[in-house]
């Protein structure tokens, strides 16, 4: 992040001014949210995970708290579509699992301090998990976020240089200068002012006293590069190589440059050819990462640049600089939507996912953390999860512009480089239809919800249907001219819930539950009441569906399967272990500190993808149910809607990894169900995690079993295997 030949030049050159931070205070700090995640999190082990860091919410309010207690106002802005600018995530992706791949060879080698520094660099990779988290933290604190319609930087220097300065500075990437912007903030040095909370705002107080913030003004790089002109210096800085534009081939050319090169040798080599990029790429014309390809990148990227698309103040989505720009600036930013999409993007209650494989006429599967290699995980997201895809896409195209009806889709698969995978929208059949008679009202949910089944949990949508009267009245036709729509959030959150279930094959056209679904309702029936256990229910199911909840070996030659016991034993201890990787881990909000399992890790990219899946038809079912008018639009509750919607944010495989350590490990012992041998093996269990409850885990990881196990039994014949289950059933009750 950050152009970073300029960063390290700016450093060494001490362009970089530090002032007391109390000359912000009371000013409207505007916050690129990428760059203030990529500084904040800390975890070294994210990537050894999965899921989010375990003290990632508790670390931004602390952050955060800093800087209001030094008076600063704050507006975060999170980048929406994709429109071309930015690194190929294929290759970042494919960076971060080789790293991953690395850093596992150390750990099962005992080489920890290396395997922590390499996982650490590999989660670098992997910043976007973390948006959705620091929003739903942003909003529950209270401080205002927008999210842009494209590039939040664009977004961010509309702001600053809006006549009527709705941000008074902002705090990003040095990628800012590309637009123009004159003054950067690139640090924050806190005090931690904690203990004189009461002090806040003094002038006096410690927070302002002695915190300090970085910052760095364009006039002084001009003058310390020698004078330039302020477009030599864009144009250096996008050759630079950045989050923009990749860098000029030549530069990365040892025989041209040494390794690394400056940001002055840019400067020269753009002065060398009279300010000009074009004649820069006609001398390197005979190097064929230039001849005909990049001049053109460059040229799409300062358009970009120029005439980005932002969010006005009076809320439309324009371009920059409208007047100036070419006829086809829209090839260079991408297929432009709907106004009142953008304003549900913005808003933070649809995430751009999906909206993006629309505007860009591609899907691309990148390469997970791990597992990415084996059978089972390519066919998941090669042949089982297109369909969810594809109603995901006719969900969000039906009710919107009969142009987007024929746009044609592409999927790329990383790990099969000839695969197109290409479809056409308008063969792809909608599931309107099959879901227009679910808008049931409050006064008929208020009836049948209790404060132990919320109206619009997942558990609730399906243990309310047991009731044939109720069900029966759920089948209703959407409002006609002059009627009400939809309008309570638990109205909202219920139907689109109850539509998710009848998609995905639980519920018929009766709204009454089919045979899958009578397998959920008994998972849930014997589940926990939280929101995580009643998510990890649904993918249970949904992975017994694909047949990928087992013990087969699906990643071969990975290391943290296991390892002790008899091969039953260890064929026990994956399936149970696979089961807990669906649910949570009981941690204090501090950085993990435990085993790893590059096998769990492995199928936790299994269960990832289920639940993004499930998550994006969740959305595209909100978006068109606004789409369609089903909904009152007159509303401000839309991040609660998001909140509200399951599946918002997924769990790490570390459940997975405690409760295999912890069955592997009983296997080393003479009498394994012993009580005294499980006692002991908690024990130590809890040296393994010192910021976790180990019982209380495993407590979690036995009971998500259970329940499971439940739902296996109504399943039954639907199952391969059912012995299986029943075998392994009766082994974990005698160790748990």
């Known amino acids: 992040m950050g152009v970073v030949a300029f960063d390290v030049w700016a450093a060494d050159k001490g362009i970089t001014k530090s002032f007391d931070l109390k000359f912000l205070q009371d000013r409207v700090i505007g916050i690129d949210a990428a760059y203030y995640i990529h500084g904040l999190n800390k975890d070294p082990l994210l990537s050894a995970l999965g899921g989010p860091p375990l003290a990632f919410e508790t670390t931004v309010i602390n952050a955060l708290r800093h800087l209001q207690d030094a008076g600063l106002k704050l507006h975060f ?8 600018v930015g690194s190929d995530p294929s290759t970042s992706s494919a960076r971060a699992a080789q790293l991953d791949s690395e850093a596992f060879t150390l750990y099962e080698n005992e080489q920890g301090k290396q395997a922590r520094d390499v996982f650490e660099a590999s989660g670098r990779f992997y910043p976007s998990a973390l948006s959705e988290i620091l929003k739903k933290t942003l909003h529950e604190q209270g401080v205002h976020f927008t999210v842009a319609p494209y590039s939040a930087l664009a977004q961010l220097v509309y702001y600053e240089k809006h006549a ?17 912007i004159d003054k950067l903030i690139t640090k924050f040095e806190i005090v931690d002012g904690s203990q ?5 705002n003094n002038p006096d107080s410690p927070v302002l006293v002695l915190s300090k913030f970085q910052w760095i003004d364009r006039r002084d790089c001009l003058a310390a590069l020698g004078n330039i002109p302020a477009t030599v210096f864009i144009d250096s800085l996008m050759l630079a190589g950045s989050d923009l534009l990749p860098g000029f081939p030549p530069l990365e050319n040892e025989t041209v440059y040494r390794k690394p090169f400056t940001m002055r040798n840019v400067v020269e080599m753009i002065i060398s050819c009279g300010g000009s990029v074009a004649r820069l790429c006609a001398q390197y014309s005979t190097d064929p990462a230039v001849k005909g390809v990049y001049l053109d990148q460059y040229k799409r990227a ?18 920059l600089d409208k007047d100036h720009a070419p006829d086809d600036a829209h090839e260079c930013i991408g297929l432009r939507l709907p106004e009142e999409l953008y304003m549900y993007l913005s808003r933070a209650m649809l995430r751009p996912r999906v909206l993006n494989w629309l505007t860009s006429g591609k899907i691309s599967i990148i390469q997970p953390l791990a597992g990415g290699d084996g059978r089972s995980y390519q066919n998941l997201v090669k042949v089982q999860l297109d369909p969810l895809r594809r109603q995901a896409l006719s969900l969000l195209t039906e009710p919107i512009h009969r142009y987007y009806h024929s746009r044609e889709i592409a999927t790329s698969l990383w ?10 929208m308008r063969d792809v059949s909608s599931p309107r239809e099959l879901l227009s008679k679910w808008n049931v009202k409050n006064n008929l949910i208020a009836g049948y919800s209790t404060e132990d089944l919320p109206a619009g949990t997942l558990s609730f949508a399906i243990l309310s249907l047991e009731n044939p009267d109720f069900a029966a009245k759920t089948v209703t036709q959407k409002p006609k001219a002059g009627q009400e729509p939809l309008k309570h959030r638990d109205e909202i959150l219920a139907n689109a819930v109850w539509r998710l279930l009848q998609l995905r094959g639980f519920l018929n056209e009766q709204h009454q539950l089919t045979e899958w679904g009578k397998v959920l309702e008994a998972v849930w029936s014997a589940s926990g009441t939280r929101r995580d256990e009643e998510e990890a229910a649904l993918i249970a199911v949904e992975l017994m569906r694909f047949e990928l909840i087992n013990p087969d070996t699906m990643f071969l030659g990975y290391g943290g399967a296991p390892g002790n016991g008899s091969d039953i034993d260890k064929r026990n201890a994956m399936l149970v272990s696979r089961v807990a990787c669906l649910g949570k881990i009981r941690h204090s909000a501090k950085g993990y500190s435990g085993p790893l399992s590059r096998h769990m890790l492995a199928y936790h990219s299994i269960v990832s993808n289920v639940h993004a899946s499930l998550r ?6 909100v978006a068109a149910m606004f789409l369609e008018g089903l909904v009152d639009r007159d509303r401000n509750d839309w991040v609660d809607i998001s909140l509200g919607l399951p599946f918002y944010q997924e769990q790490s495989c570390a459940l997975g990894v405690l409760t295999m350590h912890f069955l592997d490990d009983l296997c080393t012992y003479a009498d394994p169900t012993s009580e005294g041998t499980r006692a002991e093996v908690k024990k130590k269990g809890q040296e393994w995690i010192m910021h ?5 885990s495993l407590d979690d990881a036995f009971r998500i079993w259970d329940a499971v196990y439940q739902g296996v039994k109504v399943a039954g014949n639907k199952l391969k295997d059912i012995e299986v289950w029943d075998e392994v059933d009766t082994w974990l009750s005698q160790r748990k």
């Not at 300062?302 to 371009?319: S, W, Y």
């Not at 790990?415 to 056409?424: A, I, Q, V």
């Open 77 to 84: 802005v999170f980048n929406g579509l994709d429109s071309g």
């Open 164 to 180: 009527s300065q709705f941000i008074d500075a902002v705090y990003g990437p040095s990628e800012l200068f590309c637009f123009g």
């Open 692 to 696: 976790g409850d180990f019982s209380g």
């Open 196 to 200: 004189n909370m009461g002090e806040k």
């Open 616 to 621: 994006d038809l969740l959305e595209m079912i």
């Open 302 to 319: 300062l358009t970009r640049i120029r005439h980005h698309v932002i969010m006005t103040d009076e809320g439309d989505v324009g371009i």
């Open 415 to 424: 790990f099969d480089p000839t695969y197109e995978g290409k479809f056409n």
